[in-house]
């Protein structure tokens, strides 16, 4: 399904077993230094193309936001290890763009990285979509139509 397709009513994710939730972000801090910014700001989509023509690498999803100078990704992971797997092998894009970083942003304070983990058990995560794209963790994992009913996030919680 496109991304843009609005699909009318109320939908949950659906998505088996545990996964990884992913936050990363770069913050402008200095506008004027681009030379600072740009290869970091130009590694992401490098490493996202290489996961997108690698899917058993383990991402199964990512979303894009920019709020002031702050660019966030929510990315799904299937696991933790292959997230860390990909963060430290020599073969992918990114532990070249990390040391590339460290060598030429380190703590300067031109650009800011951050990232969050957080581990998601099966059944130990909630959503609700209403006349909404498939997105975030429902295009990630299944999209499931619910009913239009007065359920609330604790019910459909201890429902799994």
Not at 8 to 21: H, L, P, Y
Not at 142 to 147: K, P, Q
């Amino acid at each position: 399904m496109a991304r843009t397709t609005i699909r009318n009513g109320r939908a949950t994710a659906q998505i088996d077993g545990d996964f990884v939730v992913f936050l990363i972000g770069l913050r402008f801090n200095r506008l004027w230094k681009v030379r600072s910014w740009l290869g970091p700001f130009l590694a992401m989509p490098k490493m996202l193309q290489d996961l997108r023509q690698h899917p058993e690498k383990g991402l199964l999803g990512v979303r894009m936001a920019m709020s002031g100078r702050t660019v966030s990704l929510v990315q799904y992971w299937r696991s933790f290890e292959q997230l860390e797997a990909f963060a430290r092998n020599t073969d992918d894009p990114h532990l070249a763009s990390w040391r590339a970083f460290n060598r030429t942003v380190g703590d300067n304070g031109d650009v800011g990285i951050f990232h969050e983990t957080y581990r998601v058990h099966a059944g130990d995560h909630e959503s609700v979509y209403v006349n909404m794209p498939v997105m975030g963790l429902a295009e990630a994992g299944e999209s499931v139509m619910l009913g239009m009913g007065r359920d609330t996030a604790r019910t459909r919680l201890t429902r799994r």
